[in-house]
């Protein structure tokens, strides 16, 4: 079994933001030399996720209003355990509608990605810099 | 290193319908023979998911009416993107409540299912000719 | 091509309930002796699922809360399926906001969590007895 790891650093630069990260994803499967097997793309936070989606400003746009209004503006408890002067206790809530990740088949040297799909970094607590995704491929 | 690949069309019949794919998931994980290892049910699409639910009438039609209550009718930005007469940004943000796929161990030789779960293809915005979905079973 | 499969059985003991099961899904890593390769972590039910957030008995109560007012209470048609007693349909429902499971890369003989990240089992149908969470862990 071969298996490849790689670690894509993002600064995000806005408090909700859809960051496309496909050609980095595509870029590590390439260097995986993997042709059978599953990618997973993982962030490694807790107030940002993995989704696969159609990209497109407009629908990055509605999707940005539709998970402000699902977890409406207010306080919340966990606003008082806030150690930077952030409360984000809504931004937690909003990664409920995501994943920590999201694993794509690799078949025939190819991510089964289809033809509208791609990968994005949702970014609901920022912004900030060094955000964390792993792409970890493995198979043969 | 053993993997298997085997895709499944859909042809969808109404706007949104949950369809039990369970069958045709457990017949691709027979052909693959094997034994211990992972097996992935993917989407291909951004306006269908995969999800693991309890099969039941009613509680698929419980799904379908709380999903049309989540993403309330109206117009979203990505309806002025439409290309074939369906403006469907509703559908898309449906799908934030799943996912492109799900991954399930497998063990001796069986997927670990559990006794009230079952696979379904989540149709948001049919009906649809040809919808695919990849079932990926790695392992040994 | 190793693969282990370990078994953590749960009793809870309220209605809606985030328990961390980081370490037994940790010690579960540490017996499996993989160092590279993907970590599964299943939920074998269709009103419990498997999800990650930063642990912190506010964020906790945060996340019951917005499930319990996101869900409404109220009569689904699913409650009349009920065979205990206990008509879940909503329970059911707030399944859809996370899932069966989650799937963590490996490497370097780490679990690749982040700083804040936790492992939690989201009992959304308790008090049950024997609720079961599968972790599968494939790789070299």
Known sequence: MKSYLKTISID????????????????AFGESEIREG?????SNHT???????EKC???????EEFLE??????????DEDTIDGRPNGRMHLMALYMNASETVP??????????WQ?????????????????????GS
Chains 1, 2, 3 share one sequence.
């Open 118 to 138: 791609s990968i994005f970094f949702a970014e609901l607590d920022g912004p900030r810099e060094g955000r964390k995704v792993f792409v970890k491929v493995i």
């Open 69 to 78: 209004n699902a977890v409406p503006s207010g306080t919340y408890l966990h």
């Open 57 to 63: 400003e407009k629908l990055q746009k509605d999707m």
């Open 106 to 115: 690799v078949s025939s040297g190819e991510m089964m990605l289809g033809q």
């Open 38 to 42: 599953l990618l997973n793309v993982y």
């Open 47 to 53: 107030t940002a996720s993995v989704t696969i989606a």
């Open 12 to 27: 995000t630069k806005k408090p909700m933001e859809f960051i496309d990260i496909t050609d980095a994803v595509k870029s």
